[in-house]
């Protein structure tokens, strides 16, 4: 697993990108709030901690309870871009609570969860803002989530009120609801391009349609027999790391999605990621760019 994060590493130093790391943390210290006991997950995925939105990095406050300090491993780096210039923003911490979680959703089965998020109800309540960055897809100034298990409308109205009218904040819906976290059901590949999961349609697809933007079905993700995939789907075949226009980071035992990205005029760089995968997610989650070229316009 260590080897082939550092493999990507490497890889994306030949690419001409800039890798920077995390501290180390030790996650399995207990830690206790005045509401809960609980020890820490990871820091693997810096995409479902922090959204850079311009010149502002945004800490999102998570909704799992061993999430809770995990901004730790991050802090040494945001004060450093602080120091040089960036906007740094803490969105309010959640408390975590028993009254943030619905009880119901740990006695169902994945098809009766489906079912209350269809009638509204996630495992996440409304009793306080929670959001994980990776539910949020940035393009340009138009910014897409998803109201999921770990991210909630009252999550979603701080970010709306929070970034004002420099930003267009789009509200995404999915066929079943409640998958965490947004880049395993669509992608925005490059201007005029979507990819989406077939598995999960988008409800407001006409956003993509009115726009005349190609919409791409993603073929069937490849089987992970090897493995097995913890706290993700096979759909993370589609959570690639997009460099530019025109070269994409994809898994090494993806074949079906190098054949459509390639289709696509995409050169694939493919990698294996493969036993990194078990602690969720793919290269986009593992990863967290903070600074792109180009213009920031609004493509819809």
Request: glycine residues 4%; proline residues 5%.
């Amino acid at each position: 697993m260590n080897a082939e994060v550092e493999i990507l590493c490497d890889i994306l130093r030949q690419e001409g990108v800039i890798v920077r790391r995390p501290d180390i943390v030790d996650h399995q210290k207990e830690f206790s709030t005045p509401d809960f006991t609980s020890i820490g997950l990871e820091a693997a995925m810096p995409r479902d901690f922090l959204l850079a939105v311009g010149n502002e990095l945004i800490e999102s406050p998570m909704a799992w309870r061993n999430r809770f300090f995990e901004y730790r491993a991050y802090r040494t780096l945001i004060k450093e871009y602080f120091s040089r210039g960036a906007k740094w923003t803490t969105a309010p911490k959640a408390t975590m609570s028993d009254e943030l979680y619905d009880p119901e959703y740990q006695i169902k089965s994945t098809k009766d969860r489906h079912e209350l998020a269809a009638q509204g109800r996630f495992v996440t309540t409304e009793y306080e803002p929670c959001f994980d960055a990776a539910d949020f897809m940035r393009v340009g100034k138009d910014i897409f989530v998803q109201r999921s298990q770990v991210t909630n409308m009252m999550g979603i109205e701080w970010m709306r009120r929070h970034l004002g009218e420099k930003y267009n904040l789009h509200v995404l819906s999915f066929s079943p609801p409640g998958s965490m976290h947004i880049d395993a059901t669509i992608n925005t590949v490059r201007e005029g391009l979507v990819i989406v999961n077939p598995d999960r349609p988008c409800n407001e697809l006409d956003i993509f349609q009115k726009a005349g933007w190609k919409i791409v079905e993603a073929p069937r993700p490849a089987k992970h027999d090897s493995h097995i995939l913890r706290i993700s789907s096979p759909w993370i075949s589609i959570n690639v790391l997009l460099l530019d226009d025109k070269r994409v980071i994809v898994e090494s035992s993806e074949v079906p999605t190098q054949k459509m990205f390639e289709s696509l005029g995409f050169t694939c760089i493919k990698v294996n990621m493969e036993h990194a995968n078990v602690l969720g997610g793919s290269f986009h989650c593992w990863t967290c760019d903070v600074r792109r070229t180009g213009e920031l316009k609004s493509y819809f």
